[in-house]
């Protein structure tokens, strides 16, 4: 019987991690793939505390997961697929099934994070691993002299543009508003870069080619009016959808499937608390995921205090 279980390596399950394992509490932290979530698929941050010029999404991760298991916090490599209230003579705890075991804990950090949201037009299933990526860093060396497009218009598109383009030929970003979400300085470098232009209100309609990616569809929302844009590569950032499928019939979850959860990240159900890209809030980074982290470990200590210690 654990005294916490974990749900997620990422930068909020992480810094859950180091809080929970400064209170002392019995804690084990399971991720389904490699610890650090989707900041991985960005090969810099520019954005988080104490690193001017930024720092490689790689050395940070190591440093946070460094920092958790210093504070004997293990992390196993399982995917939770469900869990359910159970109760002993102590009162209600956990059983959690996962792919390879079983676990019991008395309370439950959700930091199962997000996945990039696709488009579902016409052509993007076909083309995956050959020129449709959600990941700049992870491929952007498979585009060297190649004419790509990026599709959407926050920070992270931006970014995976910036980096992108110090590879490609040109990078087209094609956005479907006339402004861009993305910060002024994004906005400001993109615009400063000559291998970097803009396609602004419109959206791809399909992705088209033979066995690999050769064009892209793009349709003016406002005129309607239909263009072919030649291109070796799709690059597409458009957000994230939650990975909470596990969860539907346990906790609140909002239409698009995010966790519901109070200030003190207090999920509908009694001693499961939620955490970073899976939550239900306003802003989706980096900073504000370990500052999540570091609440919801706070409450679940208080929890657990209250209630068995």
Known sequence: MHDLIIIGAGPAGLTAGIYAGRFRLKTLILEKMVPGGQILLSQTIENFPGFPGGISTGELIAKIKGQTEELGVNI??????????????????????????????????????????????????????????YCGACDAPLFKDKEIVVIGGGNTAIEEALFLASYAKKASII????????????????????????????????????????????RNVKTNAVSKFPCQGVFIFVGIEPNTLFLKNLLNLDELGFIITDRKLIS???????????????????????????????????????RFK
């Open 175 to 218: 956005h479907r508003r006339q402004q861009l979400r993305a910060s002024k300085i994004l906005e400001e470098k993109a615009n400063a870069n000559p291998k970097i232009n803009f396609i602004l209100d419109s959206v791809v309609d399909q992705i088209s080619g033979a066995n690999i990616v050769e064009s892209v569809s793009i």
């Open 268 to 306: 509908s159900c009694a001693g499961i608390f939620a955490c970073g890209d899976c939550v239900n809030k306003p802003l989706y980074q980096v900073v504000t995921a370990c500052g999540e982290g570091a609440l919801a470990a706070d409450s679940a200590h208080k929890y657990i205090l209250e």
């Open 76 to 133: 196993e490599i399982d995917d939770a697929t469900q869990i359910t209230p159970e109760k002993d003579a102590q009162g209600v705890y956990y059983a959690l099934k996962a792919k390879y075991n079983s676990y019991q804990a008395r309370a439950i950090i959700i930091a199962s994070g997000a996945r990039p949201k696709r488009l579902g037009v016409p052509g993007e299933d076909k083309f995956i691993g050959r020129g449709v990526s």
